[in-house]
Nanobody, 126 residues
Framework: VQLQASGGGLVQAGGSLRLSCEAS????????IAWFRQAPGKEREGVSC????????YYADSAKGRFTISRDSSKNRLYLQANSLKFEDTAVYYC????????????????????WGQGTQVTVSS
């Protein structure tokens, strides 16, 4: 099982980025998916998650209305569309997948996700 994240970069405040995560070794549609982020000196925080089959989707308050999580089962990829980016969105972003049907909850708990990508840096200039 491998996850390879990409799509990060440097963007001005107000701009957009689309983060991508390619999954290999398993069928993504059967798993819960999630994005997390970690800024320097801060704990890892959940940004968004979606349950297996996309039955339930949750966003952190900081992401609501600006970020959208999605998956393309035909490509075995998950995405995070990040719009209206702010300086405080600067962080390393990680994709993750979880086996359990209960992996994705409103708390977007990293402990519920077993497989992780390597992270991609997002830097927002003010």
């Amino acid at each position: 099982v491998q996850l390879q994240a990409s799509g990060g970069g440097l963007v001005q405040a107000g701009g957009s980025l689309r983060l991508s995560c390619e999954a290999s070794g398993f069928t993504l549609n059967s798993y819960a998916i999630a994005w997390f982020r970690q800024a320097p000196g801060k704990e890892r925080e959940g940004v968004s998650c979606s349950s297996s089959g996309d039955v339930s989707t949750y966003y952190a308050d900081s992401a609501k209305g600006r970020f959208t999580i999605s998956r393309d089962s035909s490509k075995n990829r998950l995405y995070l569309q990040a719009n209206s980016l702010k300086f405080e969105d600067t962080a390393v972003y990680y994709c993750a997948t979880g086996v359990s049907l209960f992996a994705c909850t409103a708390q977007i708990d990293p402990n519920r996700f077993e497989f992780w990508g390597q992270g991609t840096q997002v830097t927002v200039s003010s």
